[in-house]
């Protein structure tokens, strides 16, 4: 019966009891179950089962949870099977730490935690996730902490965004720059000046992954455009820029005497001369005169050099205009004057035609023909018609 009374005693106090009074031997047993309630929010914490022998007062020890305050010992007497419920306060509380994807919420980091004591106010600030930026570097603060909480943090994904300069004329890269830059984001891209090329347009890029802005440069040829004299003068000469694939105008502009070419339309694909050439001009002076040296007229003519020039005498009055005449060179050309004695000559026909005798006729008008004839003037040459 000792023996019984002491493992009774034993069990009762392995499970936080103490039986109050002498033992005596049970006569019926029951369960009592010892609920652990948080204070706050009614959540079962633990539950804790022991067995008593009934009309039996103990005292109940209650055990310890991490985290809250241990409540004080307390009486109980067992009737029959009962849940006594111990309404236990919380001394700390549990905030957990989440980092996600501002875009689309996902996790980017597992959470972490940390416990807080209760009233008291906690301080959380970011940390650096790899291929993210945080979106505020605020700290953020849990105040008169109460009840287990959540901070989050949220991250913009970074992507790189990557300016490619390419030259249209080799295909080749002309270097290349990157930056990083959150999703979403609206980049304005400034391309760089590159001497020799026509600068690209600014380009404006969103980002949503990986990017990569191609700048096409095309090549900026230089012209020169040369004046040359035929004669081997240099009259002048002037630069300009072309841009690849595109067509050039060379305007020759005009010099004194030099005929001004045609202009030249040139498609550069690298850097070039264009050499206009000026033909010089030569003159001809023209001379028209009578065979006895009286002068009818003056001209001159200007030709180029490499072309020939025809000289078409004029018509002078009682005169047979001489032959055309051509030159390449700058010279002096007299056309000869010949009384025209045409008309003359048809009328004396007609008149010896008309005669019966026409020997003698040509015996009477000899010294007639003869003045007219061997007239050297077309004055004498008037008088003796």
Partial sequence: MRKTMVMTLLAATSFGLVTVGQAHAATASYTTTFKYVDATTNKTLKTVKTTGSKNKTYTYKPVAIKYYATPAKLSYKVTKASTITLKVKATYRKATIKYV??????TIKTATT?????????????VSVSGYQVTSTATKKLANVKLDSTVTFTYDKLFKLTQNMVAMDTK????????T???????????????DYVTPP??????????TATFNYQRLYNVTINSVGSDGVKLGSVKQTVQQGQT??????????????????????????????????YTVNVVEKAADGTVLTTRSMQGQAGQSVK????SHEGYVAPKDQTVDQATTVTFIYQIDRTHQ???YNKLIASMDNQDQSKLALATYKADYTQATTLASYQAAQ
């Fill in 248 to 281: 050039v105008t060379a305007m020759p502009k005009n010099y004194a005497g030099y005929a001004t070419p045609i202009s030249q339309k040139v498609a550069p694909n690298k850097d070039m001369t264009v050499t206009l050439t000026y033909p010089k001009f």
């Fill in 181 to 195: 830059v959150k999703r979403g984001q609206t980049v304005t891209l400034t391309p760089k000046l590159v001497a």
């Fill in 101 to 106: 994807d501002r875009y689309n919420n996902a």
């Fill in 345 to 347: 000559d048809d009328a």
């Fill in 202 to 211: 600014v380009q404006k890029v969103q980002v949503n992954k990986d990017t």
């Fill in 114 to 126: 940390k416990m807080v004591p209760v009233g008291k106010t906690a301080s959380f600030t970011p």
């Fill in 172 to 179: 080749k890269s002309l270097g290349t720059s990157s930056q």
């Fill in 311 to 314: 000289l078409t005498p004029e």
